[in-house]
């Protein structure tokens, strides 16, 4: 029940300004809305539009807007249609991670400069959740996140063979001389079978998870498939329960607390979530005010283990993870094990523990129970050097041919040295990774830099970089990699990867020289090159590789104020202002 002058009312139905009022209304008459719609008092919901035809992994939204749309209006809202700015992993260049920020500015700009009370975000690939939630804390307009869920199944000879991860499969099989041209494009578009995105836990189907589990999203939605009619009804639903947080004024700023954001982290390792959830989830704590870093990933989550079997960590997909039960089957196996803060506040209006009482348990196949899981202590390593101040690796993506040939020998275990073998961008990877004269071989670390958020610029996901086709051929899939870059969370490499300070920024991977040895030792978290003091030092008078030119004038505003990944690649200025919609900006006229 109504109890309060709405937001909206100021632009729309404010008697003490009839002239402003009117200015305001005339407008959106001329599409058919009329003035009892506007000046009813009902609350006006935004939607905010991800999907396009440029976006196929949001597209689906182009279809889910109507039912997010009929559910405001069968509550008693009136729903209003908005763009985002547009975020496809797959075929933004340099890379999508630039538009991150940009999407997240243009969403606190609208809602701030118009008469909105409440905000449904629909999200799908990577940028668009976390670019979401983090406008939704820095406005604290009662917020929703609905994402358009991953494509259906797909297989490769009978088997799962999901997007993202088949494509790292299938440039080692045409490196190899294994299959053609032809034949690598007919194994990525397989993996692509329907509307939605990847249908692996990477970045999309994790940020997902995470939204869910910081309750910013309805139960049971992060997995749906796109094409399921649950999609559809579930859209319907979030509708509706967007009018009841306005009604109740149940804003962002209440559930987006550091309990929720550390329960956040715990089911990331759980699932097996992607090395692109910690600069995001620390972008969403810095927008709304609360202390997260970088060691709280691995304080909070590395003990725990994974349970989830989804590729690239496991075997299944994304639809199968929901035919299991999805996040709330992870949940209350977490809860139950007393590992979740059960008393975090969701935008049911319930708590956490209250949402997911009734879950299924696991099948004990795709999602494993927490006494007998796919993998212990699964979670990242926070890593240090004289290389760079921090740094991850996923250890649920070290298979056992990686633990065998690298972390394994007597009294040594989790060591290893390596000589490095430096490239200086992912240009300068191609051209010359088979080049027989690097010597390049298994004991060999490849490292790429000039990849990090003012580098490249806003950090390319060219970590996980595979050996030269000669080792392929000879059945060698994977060296050590580190980077100052991101990779894709669909990958299955342990990477060493977000490092900060970036090359760049002038971070100690500047100073590294191929032919230098560097000692990896996962028990006492230290990544370093060895190398004398003396040497180190005079390295540091060196000019490092000039990054590439600044193409746009938007690329010269990211590159002045961006912070490093171990920071959330925020603009630091942005994480200043919260609550932005608590008031109502001046007339415009």
């Known amino acids: 029940m109504k109890n309060r002058r709405y937001r909206s009312e100021s632009w729309w139905n404010d008697p003490e300004n009839p002239g402003m009022t009117a200015l305001y209304l005339e407008r959106f008459l001329n599409y058919g809305l009329t003035p009892e719609e506007l000046q009813s008092g009902r609350p006006i919901i935004g939607i905010a539009q991800c999907g396009s035809d440029i976006t196929p992994c949001n597209r689906i ?11 405001v209006r069968d509550a008693g809202g009136l729903p209003l249609v908005f763009p985002m700015h547009p975020l496809q992993e797959s075929i933004r260049r340099p890379t999508a991670a630039l538009d991150r920020n940009l999407a997240y500015l243009g969403l606190v700009e609208i809602l701030h400069g118009y008469p909105l009370d409440g905000v449904v975000f629909t999200t799908g690939c990577d940028k668009t959740t976390p670019a979401a939630i983090m406008a939704a804390a820095t406005t604290d307009v009662p917020s929703l996140i609905f994402n358009g869920g991953p494509m259906i199944n797909s297989y490769l000879d009978g088997q799962p063979a999901g997007a993202g991860t088949v494509t790292w499969r299938a440039r080692q099989l045409r490196a190899a001389g ?18 939605g995105h990847c249908n692996t836990m990477g970045t999309a189907l994790s940020m997902n ?19 399921w009619r649950e999609r559809g009804q579930m859209a319907h639903a979030t509708g509706k329960a967007v009018v009841r ?8 700023s209440r559930i987006l607390t550091r309990a929720a954001l550390l329960n956040a982290i715990r089911v990331n390792t759980a699932i ?58 992870v949940l209350r196996e977490l809860l139950t094990a007393g590992h979740l803060d059960g008393s975090a506040l969701t935008v049911t209006g319930r708590t956490l523990g209250e949402n997911v009482a009734a879950a299924p348990f696991p099948d004990g196949e795709i999602i494993k129970p927490f006494n007998a899981p796919l993998r212990e202590r699964a979670g990242f390593l926070v890593l240090q050097s004289n290389l760079f101040d921090s740094a991850l690796i996923k250890t649920s993506v070290i298979s056992e041919n990686f633990r065998l040939r690298y972390l394994s020998a007597p009294g040594a275990e989790d060591t290893f040295e390596c000589r490095a ?34 580098g490249f610029p806003a950090s390319g996901e060219v970590v996980n970089m595979q050996p030269p086709d000669a080792l392929l051929r000879a059945g060698i899939t994977e060296l050590p990699t580190l980077g100052d870059g991101r990779q894709s969370g669909t990958s299955a490499s342990p990477s060493i990867l977000n490092a900060s300070p970036e090359s760049a920024a002038g971070g100690g991977l500047s100073r590294l020289r191929t032919g ?24 540091a008078l060196d000019v490092p590789p000039a990054p590439p030119a600044t193409a746009t004038p938007w690329q010269q505003l990211y590159r002045a104020h961006v912070g490093q990944l ?16 608590h008031t109502v900006p001046r007339h415009n006229h």
Not at 61 to 71: E, N, S
Not at 178 to 195: H, K, N, R, T, V
Not at 245 to 252: G, I, K, N, Q, S
């Open 272 to 329: 097996g979530g992607s090395t692109n959830c910690p600069p995001h989830l620390i972008a969403i704590a810095r927008h709304a005010g609360i202390e997260l870093d970088m060691q709280d990933w691995e304080t909070e989550g590395y003990a725990l283990p994974l349970l989830v079997n989804c590729q690239p960590a496991g075997k299944y997909l994304g639809e199968d993870f929901h035919r299991a039960g999805g996040l709330p089957v």
């Open 178 to 195: 294994e299959i053609d041209d032809a034949q690598f494009l007919q194994m990525l578009a397989g993996a692509a079978p329907s509307p």
């Open 61 to 71: 939204h182009l279809q889910t807007v109507a039912r997010i749309a009929d559910g």
């Open 209 to 227: 998870c995470l939204a869910e589990a910081m309750g910013m999203a309805l139960p049971g939605t992060a997995s749906i498939p796109a094409p």
């Open 516 to 539: 230098d040895r560097v000692r990896v030792d996962l028990r006492a978290r230290r990544v370093d090159a060895i190398v004398s003091e003396e040497e180190w030092q005079r390295r």
């Open 566 to 581: 171990d920071t959330g690649g925020c603009f630091d200025f942005a994480c200043a202002y919260r609550g932005v919609c």
């Open 421 to 454: 073998v430096v490239f200086d961008g992912p240009e300068d990877y191609h051209a010359r990774i088979n080049d027989a004269s690097l010597g390049i071989d298994e004991h060999t670390m490849l490292v790429v830099r000039g990849c990090g958020v003012i």
């Open 245 to 252: 947080l306005v009604e109740e004024d149940l804003r962002p």
